[in-house]
């Protein structure tokens, strides 16, 4: 029973992810998420492992992901060096996916704002008649000055 609610309550946010969000935005939501998951766990195992205070073991975590590394907090344990090693390679690692992720925003963004550009030109008529699979049409080349001689 409780692995029957427990499926059906999966699904329900499965679908409800799938319906809200695309593709794309879910790879990124899902980037973020596993990095706050990071950065929280780390906060906790230098807050619990060091004995530091809060800030102290958010700076040092956001030191260590960014890459930073100002050295003016380091850790005393064998653990926690141990610990930072994999921080550094798993946080730039998922630093870097989630940097990844944000490139087709960026990228749909300046093809979609091309293909608008192209459309007022050549007429909106032209581009729904042949589909978005037509040729990407030729902007009109201006002519030069030739510089003077002489």
């Known amino acids: 029973m409780a692995n029957s609610i427990r499926t059906n ?15 794309i ?3 990124f939501l899902y980037a973020v998420a596993w990095l706050l998951f990071i950065v929280i766990v780390s906060v906790n195992v230098y807050h619990n492992l060091e004995g530091w205070d809060w800030l102290k073991s958010i700076y040092f975590t956001s030191a260590t992901m960014t890459t930073v ?12 060096r141990i610990y930072t090693i994999a921080l550094m390679w798993i946080g730039v690692s998922t630093g870097f996916y989630v ?34 699979n037509y ?16």
């Open 9 to 23: 309550g999966n699904n329900l946010l499965q679908s409800i992810v799938q319906n809200i969000f695309p593709p």
């Open 25 to 27: 935005e879910r790879h």
């Open 69 to 80: 590394g100002y050295g003016d907090v380091v850790p005393q344990t064998d653990l926690g």
């Open 99 to 132: 940097l990844t992720t944000l490139g087709p925003f960026r990228v749909g963004g300046i093809f979609e704002r091309s293909v608008d550009r192209i459309a007022a030109q050549v007429g909106l008529d032209i581009v729904e008649k042949r589909g978005p």
């Open 135 to 150: 040729p990407p049409c030729e902007t009109p080349k201006t002519k030069t000055k030739e510089p003077p001689t002489g």
